[in-house]
Structure formats: structure tokens, C-alpha cells
């Protein structure tokens, strides 16, 4: 069975700095990767996803990830965060076999200081 | 284009009740999941529908339960509902192989007194 490891619970950056939120799965095969962002109270969104070919995948709203298949990692990442980027991250694999049903990590809650 | 619709927003029920949330998918998809988020965790994935049939199930008891639609749209049903219940209950829709990846609506707030 996939599993998704986000081993930061949460992250506080400050408003215009870099952002890399680290997430790590297991799965046999190639799997498919996603990371969504929740606001409070809110369903989530999707970022971005990565199915097959260029490893460096761009998302919406200037995020991008990285898929290294050697460190079983999909990196998010960001040049500049803004106030508004203040949410929780969940990065999720689902079974490339299968019907792709998310299976998600617990989150990282993202923190921006002016 | 209407995303994922969910109602309600918001419910409280009483231990051992029972209760149903529903859920109008994206205007083109087939297939509706159900995830369970308890306060500070990721979404537990409960099951799935298409064509009207439970397709894969977490490991979820036996008294959630679940039903889908011929116009697709979907509900969640629980049964003697418990404490531990209380969480946020997203509904998810998708193409049936899900491969251009799942639209999520903003959920239920379920609260178990």
C-alpha cells in the first residue's frame, strides 16, 4: 500500500522568502503525486501534479515540485511566498495501477510573517 | 463551471444517530470519493462510487455507508454515529479513472455531541 510522509508538522517563513515543503512516499511502482493546499475551513485545491515525463512540474499560483525517484521525495517549492500563501500543505501519491486515489500525508501547516 | 457542491456546511448530531451528507460532483465527472479529516489530519479516504457501485473502500466499519446517483451525485451515510466521528467529511469528484486528478468540495463539519 502507498504511504506519504511529511515530516514537518509546520513551517514559518517570512513574506518574500523561499519556501520548500518536503514530502517523501512509498509505492512499488511509478506512483502519481500531488500536492494540495487547504485554507481554514476551506475543501482543498489542487497545486499541481506529476503523472510521467519532465520530473520538475509547475503548478498553479507559482509553485513548482520535483520528483526524485531515487529519494522517493516531491519537493514543493516557491521563490517568494506571500501573506496569502498562509495554509495547510498536503502532499498525497495515488496508485499508478489503480483508479489514482489520493492517499495523503498528515500536512504541513504554513506559516507567513510579514 | 460549478465545482464539487457539499451539503450542509455544517451539523450536529447526538451520539448514536444517524446521519447523511450529499455531494453534487463537477459538472462532467462520473466518479465521487469520500474522504474523512479529523482537527490536524490529512484526509482518510472512506470509498469511492462510479456507475452507481461502491468501486474501493478504506478501512472504514461497516456503518458508513454510501450510495451514487444516476446523475451522479452521491451520499455519505453514517450509522450510530460516535464522538470519534467528528471531523470534516470532503467529497471528491474525478473522470472514473481519475487520472486527471480529483476536485475536492469544502466539506462538512460534522460535530458528534
Known amino acids: 500500500a502507498q504511504s506519504v510522509t511529511q515530516p514537518d508538522i509546520h513551517i514559518t517563513v517570512s513574506e518574500g522568502a523561499s519556501l520548500e515543503l518536503r514530502c517523501n512516499y512509498s509505492y512499488g511502482a511509478t506512483p502519481y503525486l500531488f500536492w494540495y493546499v487547504q485554507s481554514p475551513g476551506q475543501g482543498l485545491q489542487l497545486l499541481l501534479k506529476y503523472f510521467s515525463g519532465d520530473t520538475l512540474v509547475q503548478g498553479i499560483k507559482g509553485f513548482e515540485a520535483e520528483f526524485k525517484r531515487s529519494q522517493s521525495s516531491f519537493n514543493l517549492r516557491k521563490p517568494s511566498v506571500h501573506w496569502s500563501d498562509a495554509a495547510e500543505y498536503f502532499c498525497?501519491?495515488?496508485?499508478?495501477?489503480?483508479?489514482?486515489?489520493?492517499?495523503f500525508g498528515r500536512g504541513t501547516s504554513l506559516i507567513v510573517h510579514p | 463551471d460549478a465545482g464539487v457542491t457539499q451539503s450542509p456546511t455544517h451539523l450536529i448530531k447526538t451520539r448514536g444517530q444517524q446521519v447523511t451528507l450529499r455531494c453534487s460532483p463537477k459538472s462532467g465527472h462520473d466518479t465521487v470519493s469520500w474522504y474523512q479529516q479529523a482537527l490536524g489530519q490529512g484526509p482518510q479516504f472512506i470509498f469511492q462510487?462510479?456507475?452507481?457501485?461502491?468501486?474501493q473502500r478504506g478501512n472504514f466499519p461497516d456503518r458508513f455507508s454510501g450510495h451514487q446517483f444516476p446523475n451522479y451525485s452521491s451520499e455519505l451515510n453514517v450509522n450510530a454515529l460516535l464522538l470519534g466521528d467528528s471531523a470534516l467529511y470532503l467529497c471528491?469528484?474525478?473522470?472514473?479513472?481519475?487520472?486527471?486528478?480529483?476536485?475536492f468540495g469544502s466539506g462538512t463539519r460534522l460535530t458528534v455531541v
Open positions: 471528491a469528484s474525478s473522470l472514473h479513472h481519475g487520472g486527471y486528478g480529483y476536485t
Open positions: 462510487y462510479y456507475e452507481e457501485e461502491e468501486r
Open positions: 498525497a501519491v495515488g496508485a499508478s495501477g489503480g483508479s489514482y486515489i489520493p492517499t
